[in-house]
Nanobody, 116 residues
C-alpha cells in the first residue's frame, strides 16, 4: 500500500518552531522529488519547499531563510523545519511525492496553527 504519513503539526506561538515529518511507505523513496505544500482556508494550495532525490532544494519566497527541507533516504522520510513562524504560516501542510503528473502521491495533511 502506497502512502505518505505526516506528523509534527500543532499549535505554536509566533516566533516559535515546529518540525514536520513525512514517511513514505510502498515507494522507492529516492526516486521521488519530495515536497511540502500548504493550503489555508479560502486559498489555493501553494508550494512551500521541494527537495530532489539528490538533495537540491527549492523554496517559496515567503519561507526562505526560515524553513528548511531535508530528507533521509534511508528512512524514506522528508522533514520540514520551520523556524520564526508567523501567523500567516497557519495552514494545512501536505507532503507530496512526485515523479510525474501521472505518478504523484499526497499525504493526508497536518494542521499548523501559529497564534498567541
Amino acid at each position: 500500500q502506497v502512502q505518505l504519513v505526516e506528523s509534527g503539526g500543532g499549535l505554536v506561538q509566533p516566533g516559535g518552531s515546529l518540525r514536520l515529518s513525512c514517511t513514505a511507505i510502498g515507494i522507492t523513496f529516492s526516486h521521488y522529488r519530495m515536497g511540502w505544500y500548504r493550503q489555508a482556508p479560502g486559498n489555493q494550495r501553494a508550494l512551500v519547499a521541494t527537495i530532489t532525490g539528490g538533495g537540491s532544494t527549492n523554496y517559496a519566497d515567503s519561507v526562505k531563510g526560515r524553513f528548511t527541507i531535508s530528507r533521509d533516504n534511508a528512512k524514506s522520510t522528508v522533514y520540514l523545519q520551520m523556524n520564526g513562524l508567523k501567523t500567516e504560516d497557519t495552514s494545512v501542510y501536505s507532503c507530496n511525492a512526485y515523479v510525474s503528473d501521472a505518478q504523484t502521491i499526497w499525504g493526508q495533511g497536518t494542521q499548523v496553527t501559529v497564534s498567541s
